[in-house]
C-alpha cells in the first residue's frame, strides 16, 4: 500500500505558477505509476498528467500541454506538478493518484490509491 499527501496548493492570479508536490509513503515507490487529477465544484474529476514508474514517460492532457510539467523523484517519493500560465479554468482540488506498474492500459484509469487533495484557484 501507499498513502499520499498533496501541498502546494493555493491562490494565485492567472498567468502565475504554482508547484504541487506529492509525497508517498513506503519503499516501493517505484512501483507506481503516478498521476494527477483535479475536480473543479459541479464538475467531474478529470485527468491532468501522469508519468511512468521510472519517470521516462509522461502523459498529458489536451488542455494543459504546454503548461503544465510532471516529475517525479524516486529516491524521495515525490512526484510534482509545475503549473505555469495558470488559467481561472484550471481551478480545482488536485488530486495526486497511484496504481501499480503492471496495470496497463488506459493511462488514466485503474488508481487505486489517492491523496486528500489540495486546492488550486486562480484569480482573474
Known amino acids: 500500500q501507499v498513502q499520499l499527501v498533496e501541498s502546494g496548493g493555493g491562490l494565485v492570479q492567472a498567468g502565475g505558477s504554482l508547484r504541487l508536490s506529492c509525497a508517498a509513503s513506503?519503499?516501493?515507490?517505484?512501483?507506481?505509476?503516478m498521476g494527477w487529477f483535479r475536480q473543479a465544484p459541479g464538475k467531474e474529476r478529470e485527468s491532468v498528467a501522469a508519468i511512468s514508474w521510472s519517470g521516462s514517460t509522461t502523459y498529458y492532457t489536451d488542455s494543459v500541454k504546454g503548461r503544465f510539467t510532471i516529475s517525479r523523484d524516486n529516491a524521495k517519493n515525490t512526484v510534482d506538478l509545475q503549473m505555469n500560465s495558470l488559467k481561472v479554468e484550471d481551478t480545482a482540488v488536485y488530486y495526486c493518484a497511484a496504481r501499480s506498474r503492471a496495470v496497463v492500459g488506459d493511462i488514466w484509469a485503474g488508481y487505486n490509491y489517492w491523496g486528500q487533495g489540495t486546492q488550486v484557484t486562480v484569480s482573474s
Open positions: 513506503g519503499r516501493t515507490f517505484n512501483s507506481y505509476t
